[in-house]
């Protein structure tokens, strides 16, 4: 059995998500090492992600690095992740999920018990996401926006640091890093009312097309239950033609009686009202065009 390269960015939540994938490879007997590559999201860091070119700039690199061989599979954050694959190369299978949840992470001098969120008026709430910036102008009209780049913990700092009052991290990534937020006032979202970015809180594992041997090693990775419920999400997105900066929420869950719950939110652009949706069915058959229906 080959020895496994896998394609990583550098950042400490991209790191921790390769080093589990190496766990979950030695589990079935197979050894793997890492490879660090640089992206255009890794290399620009003073701009906003509306500002970046294109819809991959998470992966491209990782994924030019696949298909030259010099990697066999990467590993991404599949709310990163654009809905089409480039030509050659495969989503082999999806993780565990984590709380896919939003959290506000409030500094101690900004909480005011009266309002929304406990967020004091006026506050100034750091995040570059257009989803999030729809959802929470939605909620709080009078809070002021301000981009925000950087990995996890650089975010943190710089709420601590006083450059924002609060700031909108998704939950799974403070939680896989064990990060000490305890000096913060943390507001966990419910992501059926602060919708969830589709398949957020997923890793995906991404192969060759052709590279029959590694693409049979992940699907023993795979978690079927999980992929039900991200396909019918992306496929909203997809349907929307969105990358994973639209201001699109897309948040799915499958009962124990196999009947599928969505809630959607979406905005034309972060500063236009945003309508939201909710529909049951008891099949993922054209589920994702009756939320479009819906929602456009």
């Known amino acids: 059995m080959k020895k496994i390269t896998i394609g990583t960015r550098g950042s400490k939540l991209a790191l921790w998500q390769a080093y589990y994938t190496q766990r979950q490879l030695a589990e079935i007997g197979v050894e793997a090492e890492l490879k660090i590559i640089k992206t255009q999201g890794d290399k620009i860091q003073h701009l906003g ?18 298909l030259l061989g010099e990697v066999d599979m990467a590993v991404h954050s ?14 082999a299978g999806v993780s565990y999920r984590d709380n896919p949840a939003d959290w506000l992470l409030i500094r101690k001098e900004s909480l005011a018990n009266e309002q929304l969120f406990n967020l004091k008026e006026k506050a100034i709430v750091g995040t570059s996401s257009a989803r999030r910036k729809a959802q929470m102008m939605d909620f709080r009209a009078d809070i002021e926006l301000k981009d925000i780049r950087g990995n996890v913990p650089t975010r943190v700092e710089k709420l601590r640091n006083g450059d924002f009052d609060a700031i909108i991290l998704a939950g799974a990534g403070i939680s896989r890093l064990e990060l ?4 913060l006032t943390a507001v966990k979202f419910n992501p059926k009312e602060f919708t969830a970015a589709p398949a957020q809180g997923v890793l995906t594992f991404q192969c060759c097309e052709n590279d ?9 990775l795979h978690h079927p239950e999980v992929a039900a419920v991200t396909n019918v999400e992306r496929k909203i997105l997809k349907l929307f033609g969105g990358g994973c900066h639209m201001p699109l929420g897309a948040y799915c869950e499958q009962d124990k009686n196999g ?12 500063d236009k009202p945003v309508k939201r949706v909710r529909l049951s ?13 819906k929602l456009t």
């Open 180 to 183: 000490d937020v305890s000096d």
């Open 281 to 293: 069915s008891s099949t993922s058959f054209n589920l994702a065009e009756s939320v479009i229906e």
């Open 49 to 66: 992600f509306d500002k970046l070119e294109g819809k991959g700039f998470f992966t491209k690199e990782i994924e030019d690095a696949l």
């Open 212 to 220: 029959l041997e590694t693409r049979r090693l992940v699907k023993q």
């Open 259 to 270: 009947n599928y719950h969505v809630w959607a939110a979406f905005a034309e652009t972060w």
């Open 78 to 91: 599949m709310k990163d992740m654009p809905t089409t694959q480039p030509d050659g190369l495969v989503l």
